[in-house]
């Protein structure tokens, strides 16, 4: 797609994500209509890039019709911009701890903002797209969306959500000239972990800047890319997960902190209480302890989604060098 010129919303444009992709874009040539809940931060924004100001808050029930219509009339004062081409639904808020620490404001919160806004804005500003036949809707999801992350439980399911819709959206706008596109990010340097309320502690992966983000973004909108990984050795998470998902639980004990608890006794598993141990008799065998000895792979199918140049010895994964994937595939 033509960035040049391109009337394009963006969600969540004060900071992070949303503030290098409008810089990003701006450098296309793209005409930018820039919403966010801080005035300040998003006027600084609008100044760097050139970018029209929407000051909007997702997580209020009109907030996502107020943006809307506000970017409608913005976008038709202008001759030449008969509405929005792209939207890029990037804003987002998340929380982290247990479930049952949450209130029931911030469930609300979390799933107005990352779902139910997207979904919202989409159905307003498609319209307009589809009968031009052209335009395309991005949407921003997250690696926990397709995985899942202890203590992240509502956010997880909330971009989830979001990827299905996308998912089906595309199946239906298939033919109409209207594009959509999905970009997956890890771990990105961004004020999100601060506003959640646990800042990222963990040493690997080593938190990515946004530009590389935004990057991946501008790609996606070039080139028609329906699915985009941030970085792109994250698609192979993924789609394990998907497809073998005890798999995707083991290689999670050794490799990552995923709130997954292993077995009692494992030095892998969190702390936890010790239930007792089942003694064997005669009759019964004694349950194996998926901590002693490797585990292998149970099936062809797991092998042929081992990921180039990650050898296996003994059944059990050894680190080689980082595998590269194709940065898109089809929904």
Same mark, same amino acid.
């Given at each position: 797609m033509r960035l040049r010129g391109a009337v394009t919303l963006v969600t969540g444009g004060s900071s992070g994500i949303g503030a290098a992709t409008a810089r990003v874009l701006a450098r296309a040539g793209a005409r930018l209509l820039i919403a966010g $809940? *801080? %005035? !300040? $931060? &998003? *006027?600084a924004v609008a100044r760097d890039t050139g970018a029209l100001a929407l000051k909007a808050d997702l997580a209020e029930p009109q907030g996502p019709a107020e943006l809307a219509e506000a970017a409608l009339q913005m976008a038709a004062t *202008? /001759? *030449?911009a008969p509405g929005i081409d792209i939207l890029i639904n990037n804003a987002g808020v998340g929380w982290c701890g247990p479930i049952g620490e949450m209130t029931g404001d911030k469930i609300a919160e979390i799933l107005a903002v990352n779902l139910a806004a997207p979904i919202e804005l989409t159905r307003r500003l498609l319209p307009r797209m589809t009968a031009r036949g052209s335009g395309r809707i991005v949407f921003v999801s997250s690696i926990v969306g397709a995985t899942s992350v202890r203590d992240? !439980? =509502?956010y997880s399911a909330a971009k /989830? +959500? &979001?990827g299905n819709f996308a998912e089906s959206l595309a199946h239906e706008l298939e033919g109409s000239g209207v594009g959509v596109s999905v970009i997956v990010p +890890? =771990?990105?340097n961004t004020p999100f972990f601060e506003h959640r309320g646990r800042p990222y502690g963990r040493k690997k992966p080593e938190p990515l800047p946004a530009e590389q983000a935004a990057e991946a973004i501008r790609s996606a909108l070039e080139h028609d890319r329906q699915? =985009?990984? =941030? %970085? $792109?050795w994250m698609s192979f998470p993924a789609r394990l997960h998907g497809a073998a998902p005890r798999t995707f639980a083991v290689l /999670?004990?050794?490799f990552g902190d995923h709130g997954l608890a292993g077995p009692p006794g494992c030095p892998l598993a969190r702390a936890r209480p010790q239930s007792p141990q089942r003694k064997p008799s005669a009759g019964n065998r004694a349950p194996r302890d998926r901590c002693e000895g490797p585990v292998r792979l149970p099936s062809p199918a797991h092998e042929a989604l081992r990921p180039p140049n990650w050898p296996v010895t003994g059944g $059990? %994964?050894?680190r080689g060098p980082s595998p590269t994937y194709s940065t898109s595939r089809k929904l």
């Amino acid at each position: 797609m033509r960035l040049r010129g391109a009337v394009t919303l963006v969600t969540g444009g004060s900071s992070g994500i949303g503030a290098a992709t409008a810089r990003v874009l701006a450098r296309a040539g793209a005409r930018l209509l820039i919403a966010g $809940r *801080d %005035p !300040a $931060r &998003l *006027d600084a924004v609008a100044r760097d890039t050139g970018a029209l100001a929407l000051k909007a808050d997702l997580a209020e029930p009109q907030g996502p019709a107020e943006l809307a219509e506000a970017a409608l009339q913005m976008a038709a004062t *202008d /001759a *030449d911009a008969p509405g929005i081409d792209i939207l890029i639904n990037n804003a987002g808020v998340g929380w982290c701890g247990p479930i049952g620490e949450m209130t029931g404001d911030k469930i609300a919160e979390i799933l107005a903002v990352n779902l139910a806004a997207p979904i919202e804005l989409t159905r307003r500003l498609l319209p307009r797209m589809t009968a031009r036949g052209s335009g395309r809707i991005v949407f921003v999801s997250s690696i926990v969306g397709a995985t899942s992350v202890r203590d992240e !439980a =509502v956010y997880s399911a909330a971009k /989830a +959500g &979001l990827g299905n819709f996308a998912e089906s959206l595309a199946h239906e706008l298939e033919g109409s000239g209207v594009g959509v596109s999905v970009i997956v990010p +890890g =771990v990105i340097n961004t004020p999100f972990f601060e506003h959640r309320g646990r800042p990222y502690g963990r040493k690997k992966p080593e938190p990515l800047p946004a530009e590389q983000a935004a990057e991946a973004i501008r790609s996606a909108l070039e080139h028609d890319r329906q699915m =985009v990984y =941030v %970085p $792109r050795w994250m698609s192979f998470p993924a789609r394990l997960h998907g497809a073998a998902p005890r798999t995707f639980a083991v290689l /999670a004990h050794w490799f990552g902190d995923h709130g997954l608890a292993g077995p009692p006794g494992c030095p892998l598993a969190r702390a936890r209480p010790q239930s007792p141990q089942r003694k064997p008799s005669a009759g019964n065998r004694a349950p194996r302890d998926r901590c002693e000895g490797p585990v292998r792979l149970p099936s062809p199918a797991h092998e042929a989604l081992r990921p180039p140049n990650w050898p296996v010895t003994g059944g $059990r %994964p050894v680190r080689g060098p980082s595998p590269t994937y194709s940065t898109s595939r089809k929904l």
